[in-house]
Nanobody, 123 residues
């Protein structure tokens, strides 16, 4: 029942910055239950985890984005963010927001994916 809507994608030159947002809604959504993350999928490539944050606020980053991207969330506003700095052409992809209840998965607590937002980094 959780719904996710991403925004903030667009076109940017190498070295530029973008800030992605993911708004969560639905009666079942709770930051104490759901881990949240950003994934991306480039053309012809597998979807990969970019960054995640769990209910205990533990954060993980893909090695390729460490030092450049920052994941954060505002629980009161039910929003997840991804600040992307020093963007590179290889960051070009569709970025997806994910909410995962992990071991709490049930008919009430279901995994959810956003529709994706396109990020294009080119000169």
């Amino acid at each position: 029942q959780v719904q996710l809507v991403e925004s903030g994608g667009g076109s940017v030159q190498p070295g530029g910055s973008l800030r992605l947002s993911c708004a969560a809604s639905g009666l079942s959504f709770s930051p104490s239950i759901y881990a949240m993350g950003w994934y991306r999928q480039a053309p012809g490539k597998q979807r990969e985890l970019v960054a995640s944050i769990n209910p205990g606020d533990r954060i993980n980053y893909a090695d390729s984005v460490k030092g450049r991207f920052t994941i954060s969330r505002d629980n009161a506003k039910r929003t997840l963010f991804l600040q992307m700095n020093s963007l590179k052409p290889e960051d070009t992809a569709v970025y997806y927001c994910n909410a995962d209840p992990g071991s709490s998965r049930s008919a009430w607590y279901r995994e959810a994916w956003g529709q994706g937002t396109l990020v294009t980094v080119s000169s």
